[in-house]
């Protein structure tokens, strides 16, 4: 099994910053992908941003130039930091960690709440 914990959530003001964490543990192996998606109210989950662990990323086109993903492979971690925020960023915004051990597993955080309105 693998946890995920998220944090860095919060109120913003629209053109503000703001920098998710979430540390994974459990049984991780070492070649994974560790991402972000979101959620709006009434919208379908959207990925945001991911990262391979070796460093390769993709990025959701409406956050390109904004978001940065990035990650510490020695402590499980990847962070996303959200810069010119618009109030159209507004979500619940979950971890995902997806590897291979003969299938393929997929974990998700509990979720992070990210506001941006004045």
């Known amino acids: 099994q693998v946890q995920l914990v998220e944090s860095g959530g919060g109120l913003v003001q629209p053109g503000g910053s703001l920098r998710l964490s979430c540390a994974a543990s459990g049984s991780i192996i070492g070649i994974n992908t560790m991402g972000w998606y979101r959620q709006a109210p009434g919208k379908e989950r959207e990925l945001v941003a991911r990262?391979?662990?070796?460093?390769?990323?993709n990025y959701a086109a409406s956050v390109k130039g904004r978001f940065t993903i990035s990650r510490d492979n020695a402590k499980n971690t990847v962070y996303l930091e959200m810069n010119r925020l618009k109030p159209e960023d507004t979500a619940l915004y979950y971890c995902?960690?997806?590897?291979?051990?003969?299938?393929?597993?997929?974990?998700w955080g509990q979720g992070t709440q990210v506001t941006v309105s004045s």
């Open positions: 995902n960690l997806w590897q291979v051990v003969g299938r393929a597993y997929e974990y």
């Open positions: 990262i391979t662990s070796g460093g390769s990323t």
